[in-house]
Each structure stands twice: as C-alpha cells, then as structure tokens.
C-alpha cells in the first residue's frame, strides 16, 4: 500500500504561481507512474499531469502545457507540481496518484488506471 499526501494549494490571483507536492508512505512508489489529476465543482475529475516512472517523462493535458511542470524524486518519494500563470479556470482540488500497473503501459491519462490516490488540496484562483 502507498499512502499519499497533498500540500501546497491555496487562493491566488490569475497569473500567480503554486507549487503542489505529494509525499508517498508506505510501499516505494519508485517504480510507479505517478500523476496530477483535478477537480472542480460539478466537473468530472480530469487529467493534468502524470511522469515516468524514472520522473524523465512529462505527459501534460493541452490547457496546462508550458504553465505547469511535473517532476518525481524517488529518493525522496514526492512528487511536484509547480504551477505557473494561473488561471481562474485552474480552480479544483487537486489530487495526486501512482499507477501501480506493469511499466509496459506506459503514462495513462485516466483515472481508473491509477491505484492509490491522496484526498487532494484545494486551489482556487481568483481573476
């Protein structure tokens, strides 16, 4: 079992910058893909971000590319994502996951795919 723990959200205004982090417990989540995915109110849970199980593979969802940047270090089982320029439509709770499914499947983008999840952090942005 892996248990995971978000910090970092908060209230900012459009344009700031938050950085996101996930700390893992349990099981080493090093040979895991792990992930961002968000939530806002009366939305299904969606994809943002998800890297390798090495943290040398970003995948980003198009809305976020080039404003958000994943990252994984396994010597310390966290995850990150730093976000910048925010917008107002950045507004959810933000969770974190890891994929413990066989390395062959590569980066998934979807929710069911990912085995263990934190409770998430909220962020909201206001314009």
């Known amino acids: 079992q892996v248990q995971l723990v978000e910090s970092g959200g908060g209230l900012v205004q459009a344009g700031d910058s938050l950085r996101l982090s996930c700390a893992a417990s349990?099981?080493?989540?090093?040979?895991?893909?792990v992930g961002w995915f968000r939530q806002a109110p009366g939305k299904e849970r969606e994809f943002v971000a998800a890297?390798?199980?090495?943290?040398?593979?970003?995948y980003y969802r198009d809305s976020v590319k080039g404003r958000f940047h994943i990252s994984k270090e396994n010597a310390k089982n966290t995850i990150a994502l730093q976000m910048d320029s925010l917008k107002p439509e950045d507004t959810a709770v933000y969770y974190c996951?890891?994929?413990?499914?066989?390395?062959?499947?590569?980066?998934?983008?979807?929710?069911?795919?990912?085995?263990?999840w934190g409770l998430g952090t909220q962020v909201t942005v206001s314009s």
């Open positions: 890297i390798s199980w090495n943290g040398k593979v970003p």
């Open positions: 996951a890891a994929d413990a499914r066989p390395l062959w499947n590569g980066i998934s983008t979807v929710a069911s795919d990912y085995d263990y």
């Open positions: 349990g099981r080493s989540f090093s040979w895991y893909v």
